[in-house]
Protein backbone atom coordinates (compact mmCIF):
# COMPACT_ATOMS: atom_id res chain seq x y z
CA UNK A 1 0.00 0.00 0.00
CA UNK A 2 2.55 2.37 0.84
CA UNK A 3 4.56 2.07 -2.34
CA UNK A 4 1.41 2.59 -4.68
CA UNK A 5 0.74 5.74 -2.37
CA UNK A 6 4.21 6.85 -2.95
CA UNK A 7 4.27 6.12 -6.92
CA UNK A 8 0.53 8.07 -7.26
CA UNK A 9 2.08 11.13 -5.89
CA UNK A 10 4.68 10.83 -7.54
CA UNK A 11 3.18 9.68 -11.37
CA UNK A 12 0.60 12.69 -11.09
CA UNK A 13 2.55 15.26 -9.66
CA UNK A 14 -0.14 15.71 -6.44
CA UNK A 15 0.16 15.83 -3.01
CA UNK A 16 -2.62 13.64 -2.07
CA UNK A 17 -2.19 13.33 1.69
CA UNK A 18 -5.40 14.69 2.90
CA UNK A 19 -7.47 12.65 0.71
CA UNK A 20 -5.42 9.06 1.92
CA UNK A 21 -5.96 10.35 5.63
CA UNK A 22 -9.59 11.26 4.90
CA UNK A 23 -10.08 7.70 3.44
CA UNK A 24 -8.79 6.28 6.41
CA UNK A 25 -5.14 5.32 4.91
CA UNK A 26 -2.69 5.72 7.79
CA UNK A 27 0.30 5.22 7.06
CA UNK A 28 2.65 8.03 8.40
CA UNK A 29 5.85 6.95 7.32
CA UNK A 30 4.86 7.25 3.67
CA UNK A 31 3.73 10.39 4.06
CA UNK A 32 7.02 11.72 4.72
CA UNK A 33 7.88 10.57 1.79
CA UNK A 34 4.96 11.77 -0.01
CA UNK A 35 5.79 15.47 1.41
CA UNK A 36 9.16 14.73 0.09
CA UNK A 37 8.26 14.56 -3.40
CA UNK A 38 7.69 18.31 -2.86
CA UNK A 39 4.11 17.93 -5.11
CA UNK A 40 1.23 20.51 -5.23
CA UNK A 41 -2.39 20.18 -3.87
CA UNK A 42 -4.86 19.15 -6.43
CA UNK A 43 -6.95 21.76 -7.66
CA UNK A 44 -9.77 19.76 -6.79
CA UNK A 45 -10.38 17.33 -3.75
CA UNK A 46 -10.44 13.61 -5.46
CA UNK A 47 -12.73 12.21 -3.21
CA UNK A 48 -15.04 15.17 -4.78
CA UNK A 49 -14.72 13.46 -8.27
CA UNK A 50 -17.36 12.00 -9.83
CA UNK A 51 -16.44 11.20 -13.54
Known sequence: ???FM???CAVSGKH???FFKKWGVVY???YTQI???NSHQP???PST???
Do not use: P, Q, T, W
Open 16 to 18: LIV
Open 28 to 30: ENV
Open 6 to 8: LRL
Open 35 to 37: AGL
Open 1 to 3: MSY
Open 43 to 45: DKE
Open 49 to 51: LNN
